[in-house]
């Protein structure tokens, strides 16, 4: 194990043949998942509602235990033990979608100190990390700020703050941005690639499709199954799939398939405003 | 969407800066010794301490007051109750009214020593933050231990509960705006009525309620919360000077209070 | 008392697939409005002034906290603005008939699970029909009706539990029991949120519907490519003022006060003017722009 955790050119995640079922469920949420992510890697997770992201996240964070897997490693823990779970509770970070639900102290500092005192952290020592997480997401203001009196993007800072106030390797980030405003899901994003470029591993699950784009990989779920992993524009590329999984095409792209059907095909599929004008330009 | 109790108020006073261990141990005795001595000379040092109290915490009277308006209705009951029914030679009576010297005086004295109680009680609550003072009590509460009765579980549930009350009272808003907005009518009908009118808010409530417990429990388990375990804490309880100095004066207070 | 006779004799004939909803004319003069439990009482709304005309549609945008919520709940008439009106067909507060045209005014809040509370669909969409004293027959035709409309066939929907439904559905449910009123003005806080593309897809597609039988909508969002293609009106609500109200233009004008408030510019309207086409002549959706185009 410490081998493995060691060696950073290992992946973060190595998840292979993995279900799980709700108790009292009739189907599994995640039915053979396969997924893997390496340090520095930003992954995006899309799929309908109810496609078993959100199921992801939990398992993947070892907070529920896997019905049965092949491999179920998260920064060199096993999935499978009761151990290995505690251990990636520490190591892998999950943000939720709900920031409402995720506060749990009276002010936001000590929100922040939550996971370290649970740790065990010596008061100087949470001090010290509290200090550079409110620096580090601009809550210096809040500090003593009432979770009830934050603004949504304030209250999904503050939940990220104390996600990452436990030093972690990898994050998992669920739906951060679907509760907020333009200005606070500018924050939260801003947030995230940050992140990847300190290199933790992010999995970045999302219902936004122009979110996507800036991923390495994207990875579809279809009723708790891996049903396309790969670049971006290869998801993209095959209009019919996406569609299938109740999903869409980021807005430069429905245009382009809108013009494909008017016998317009544009090469390759543009996929940002940028892409698209000057693909129209140069077919001119 | 304030709580009708006595909430704390965010400062820098000498009482604010004590320790909440100190100051619910000083407020507790004086209360039992408030209790014990009836006569109006002890209530006069206790409501002297309790003014004196106030005047350090630097909390303004409209938060004081805000905290005591509550309880005015009791004040006033605990008054009626020992003016009408109390013993003593009656110097006034009509029907089944009547009004003796003794009463008065009983009356006076409870309904006085009822103020200061809750006065002493503010100072305490509208100077310490309440995860301060669930902290104090679970450590005051720590013999409990040996029996199995999980003190620092406890206190995190009530620093929890006492987090979501602001939530769940706008959630509620919430709801009986949405039912109003569909032609529930809330302040209708008698009080039968108005209770049945209450069950469609109270389901979608505790449905909203159950599910953010279970978001909730995750996502403290994804911070490593278990419980059973030893947490340490951003603000370690820390007893100082000042709060030699506070059981000193209550100790004294309480002396010139019983034997005064 | 009206609008139950009204709700009645129109219930009275075949249902339509509420194809003959008539819409309703909004205008709001001055309207303010301050929360009194606030910790600082900052006024929420401000002079707010703008008109909607009948089967008009208004794309409400603005940051978090800019009043757009407080705004809609005023209009429905669960907050009482204390400085200026509320005019709905042109009728003020004192009016006769002000009460009966409110409950004309549909509102659909942001989170479905606040709004859900019966056992069946069915039973959870009767609630409102039930509380205009219609009569058990047409409050049924209704409940069919908006089930239809929101597309959750009663057959197929009709009898299940509000909470076994997925996201998407409840979002949808908690729509039809609005509509199930027969709203002239329908009002709606952030349908959209928390959706995935397809289920907004069909969400905007029922609103469409909507939109071309007449019902007047107000739309609150952060969504403004879905705005840009439902709502011919503007309104920016900023700290509880408006920035602009009227004619959604996409000119000049237009892009400067969505980037003044932290608003991008229709994805459409961005490609006409990045084209040097005229962006005021953007259109709204994307099979309208690639007929443009191709």
């Given at each position: 194990m410490s081998a493995l955790a060691s060696d950073t050119a290992l992946p973060l995640l190595d998840i292979a043949g993995l279900h799980y079922r709700y108790p009292g469920a009739r189907a599994d949420a995640l039915a053979g998942l396969e997924l893997s992510i390496a340090p520095g890697e930003f992954v995006a997770v899309v799929g309908a509602n109810g496609s078993g992201k959100s199921t992801l996240a939990r398992l993947v964070g070892g907070l529920e235990k896997p019905a049965a897997a092949r491999r179920a490693w998260a920064c060199g823990h096993d999935l499978l033990t009761e151990d290995g779970r505690l251990e990636a509770r520490r190591d892998v970070g999950v943000l939720f979608q709900n920031p409402e639900n995720q506060l749990v102290a009276e002010c936001v500092e000590d929100d922040i100190a939550f996971g370290l005192e649970n740790l065990g952290w010596d008061p100087a020592a949470i001090r010290a990390r509290v200090d550079e997480m409110l620096a580090r997401f601009h809550l210096q203001d809040l500090q003593f700020r009432e979770p009830h009196l934050l603004s949504g993007g304030q209250k999904q800072r503050t939940a990220l703050a104390g996600v990452l106030a436990i030093p972690r390797r990898a994050l998992v980030l669920d739906e951060p941005t679907a509760m907020l405003d333009p200005a606070g899901r500018a924050e939260v994003l801003a947030a995230a690639a940050r992140l990847r470029d300190e290199g933790l591993g992010v999995l970045y699950i999302t219902q936004e499709m122009d979110e996507v784009l800036d991923a390495d990989r994207v990875v579809a779920l279809e009723r708790g199954s891996v049903v396309y992993a790969g670049g971006v524009t290869g998801l993209f590329e095959q209009p019919e799939l996406v569609r299938r999984l109740g999903l869409g095409l980021p807005p430069a792209g429905e245009l382009a398939l809108e013009l494909a059907h008017r016998g317009?095909?544009?090469?390759?599929?543009?996929?940002?405003v940028d892409a698209l004008v000057a693909a129209l330009e140069t077919g001119r | 969407m304030k709580a009708a109790i006595a909430q704390y108020y965010p400062g820098h006073s000498p009482l604010h800066r004590l320790d909440p261990r100190s100051k619910f141990v000083a407020v507790s005795v004086l209360a039992v010794a408030l209790f014990v001595r009836d006569s109006f000379a002890g209530l006069a040092v206790f409501a002297a301490a309790a003014v004196v109290a106030y005047a350090l915490s630097g909390v303004p009277a409209s938060w004081f007051w805000r905290a005591f308006r509550p309880l005015l209705w009791l004040v006033g009951l605990t008054f009626l109750a020992q003016v009408l029914f109390a013993p003593g030679e009656p110097f006034f009576s009509v029907w089944i009214i009547h009004l003796s010297w003794r009463g008065l005086e009983l009356a006076a004295f409870l309904s006085l020593r009822l103020v200061v109680l809750v006065l002493i009680g503010s100072v305490l609550t509208l100077t310490t933050p309440p995860m301060a003072l669930t902290d104090g009590l679970a450590w005051l509460g720590r013999p409990l231990r040996r029996l199995h009765v999980p003190t620092d579980e406890l206190a995190l549930m009530v620093t929890i509960a006492l987090r979501f009350i602001p939530t769940l009272l706008v959630e509620m808003d919430q709801i009986m705006r949405a039912q109003r907005a569909r032609g529930a009518d809330f302040r209708r009908g008698g009080l039968r009525e108005r209770a049945k009118a209450l069950v469609p808010v109270l389901i979608p409530l505790f449905v909203l309620s159950f599910r953010r417990a279970d978001e909730l429990a995750l996502a403290m388990e994804a911070r490593c919360y278990r419980p059973g375990i030893v947490r340490t804490r951003l603000h370690p309880l820390r007893a100082g000077a000042g709060d030699a100095v506070l059981l000193a004066m209550t100790a004294a207070v309480i002396t010139a209070g019983l034997l005064v | 008392m009206s609008a139950a006779r009204s709700g009645a004799a129109r219930s009275g004939a075949a249902p339509t697939g509420g194809t003959s909803l008539p819409g309703m004319a909004l205008e709001c003069r001055g309207v303010g409005f301050t929360y009194a439990e606030a910790e600082s009482p900052i006024p929420a709304l401000r002079d707010v002034s703008f008109a909607l005309e009948s089967g008009g549609t208004l794309a409400l945008l603005g940051a978090s906290g800019s009043g757009k919520s407080t705004l809609l709940q005023v209009i429905r008439g669960l907050d009482t603005a204390e400085a200026g009106a509320v005019l709905l067909d042109g009728a003020g507060p004192g009016e006769a008939a002000y009460l009966a045209l409110q409950r004309q005014v549909g509102l659909v809040f942001q989170t479905p699970e606040l709004q859900l509370f019966a056992s069946t669909a069915r039973e959870d969409v009767a609630f409102g029909p039930r509380r205009l004293g219609w009569s058990e027959t047409a409050v049924e035709a209704a409940v069919d009706e908006a089930l239809q409309l929101a597309g959750l066939p009663a057959a197929e929907f009709g009898d299940r539990h509000p909470y076994a439904l997925s996201g998407g559905e409840q979002r949808r449910l908690a729509l039809a029991g609005v509509l199930a009123m027969r709203p002239r003005l329908l009002l709606l806080d952030e349908p959209f949120v928390s959706l995935d593309p397809a289920t907004r897809r069909e969400l905007a597609a029922i609103l469409a519907r909507l939109k071309g039988a007449g019902v007047t909508l107000v739309l609150a969002t952060h969504d403004v490519d879905l705005a840009w293609a439902l709502c011919d009106d503007l309104l920016v609500l900023d700290e509880g003022c408006v920035a602009t109200a009227g004619a959604w233009s996409a000119g000049p004008e237009g892009a400067r006060v969505l980037a003044a408030h932290h608003l991008r510019e229709p994805f459409i309207v961005d490609l006409w003017r990045r084209l040097g086409r005229d962006p005021a002549l953007a259109p709204r959706t994307a099979a309208e722009a690639a007929d443009a185009l191709s």
């Open positions: 317009r095909r544009l090469e390759p599929l543009p996929l940002s | - | -």
